[in-house]
């Protein structure tokens, strides 16, 4: 699906998504730049072990029709790996911006849009969580305080992530309803006006 930047800039205003919005969902996370630096430190850490655990990840969700029929053949499974490869790198980057925020709300979209319903997707990040952190204990497990707030850190980014995907896959969803809306208006409209016209024409009187 392709979707332009000024698109999801659109769809974000309709969300009322702004750089104040996205400061006070931080704030109320109590994401700062301390959580910024151990997610930072931690990227480096990951480097080796992300296509392992692409691999694993993967497996899992072909495991489950709803998620393996996204899943058509191998070249869209490596495509899908790398996509979400870049995806969990860039969880740990530290590069929080507009560009990052964009594309937090352009994966709603195209969630809705292929219809991957959001109890997958909540799945999908259980699914990452749960599985790094045996690797995070392997990495901190002989510094338990390092251990504790870079888990926190990285619950706080993913928590900021899904609300964001979830806020444009809700208002996704809903413009396609009103679309469906107005859709079946103009049909009744129009079957209306047609029955109007056939019932004028029967009560004419015949010359």
Same mark, same amino acid.
């Given at each position: 699906?392709?979707?332009?930047?000024?698109?999801?800039?659109?769809?974000?205003?309709?969300?009322?998504?702004?750089?104040?919005?996205?400061?006070?969902?931080?704030?109320?996370?109590?994401?700062?730049?301390?959580?910024?630096? +151990? #997610?930072?430190? $931690?990227?480096?850490?990951?480097?080796?072990?992300?296509?392992? =655990? &692409?691999?694993?990840?993967? *497996?899992?969700?072909?495991?489950?029709?709803?998620?393996?029929?996204?899943?058509?053949?191998?070249?869209?499974?490596?495509?899908?790996?790398?996509?979400?490869?870049?995806?969990?790198d860039s969880l740990t980057a530290g590069?929080?911006?507009?560009?990052?925020?964009?594309?937090?709300?352009?994966?709603?979209?195209v969630h809705q849009h292929i219809g991957?319903?959001?109890?997958?997707?909540?799945?999908?990040?259980?699914?990452?969580?749960?599985? +790094? #952190?045996?690797? $995070?204990?392997?990495?901190?497990?002989?510094?338990?305080?390092? =251990? &504790?707030?870079?888990?926190? *850190?990285?619950?706080?980014?993913?928590?900021?992530?899904?609300?964001?995907?979830?806020?444009?896959?809700?208002?996704?969803?809903?413009?396609?309803?009103?679309?469906?809306?107005?859709?079946?208006?103009?049909?009744?409209?129009?079957?209306?006006?047609?029955?109007?016209?056939?019932?004028?024409?029967?009560?004419?009187?015949?010359?």
């Amino acid at each position: 699906m392709n979707l332009s930047d000024e698109a999801v800039a659109a769809l974000a205003r309709a969300v009322r998504i702004d750089a104040q919005e996205i400061a006070r969902r931080k704030e109320f996370l109590k994401f700062d730049e301390t959580d910024v630096s +151990l #997610l930072t430190g $931690l990227h480096a850490r990951l480097q080796n072990v992300s296509r392992r =655990f &692409v691999d694993d990840f993967y *497996a899992h969700m072909l495991k489950f029709e709803e998620t393996r029929r996204f899943i058509p053949d191998a070249p869209s499974l490596e495509r899908l790996k790398r996509t979400q490869m870049s995806y969990f790198d860039s969880l740990t980057a530290g590069d929080y911006g507009s560009e990052y925020i964009l594309h937090r709300l352009r994966v709603g979209v195209v969630h809705q849009h292929i219809g991957l319903e959001p109890k997958w997707y909540l799945g999908a990040y259980s699914k990452y969580l749960t599985g +790094l #952190l045996p690797e $995070l204990w392997q990495q901190f497990g002989k510094e338990p305080e390092a =251990f &504790v707030a870079t888990c926190l *850190a990285l619950i706080k980014i993913v928590m900021l992530d899904m609300g964001l995907a979830l806020d444009t896959y809700m208002q996704t969803d809903r413009d396609t309803i009103l679309g469906l809306k107005r859709y079946a208006e103009d049909i009744i409209a129009s079957l209306i006006e047609e029955m109007s016209f056939l019932v004028s024409a029967i009560s004419e009187p015949k010359v």
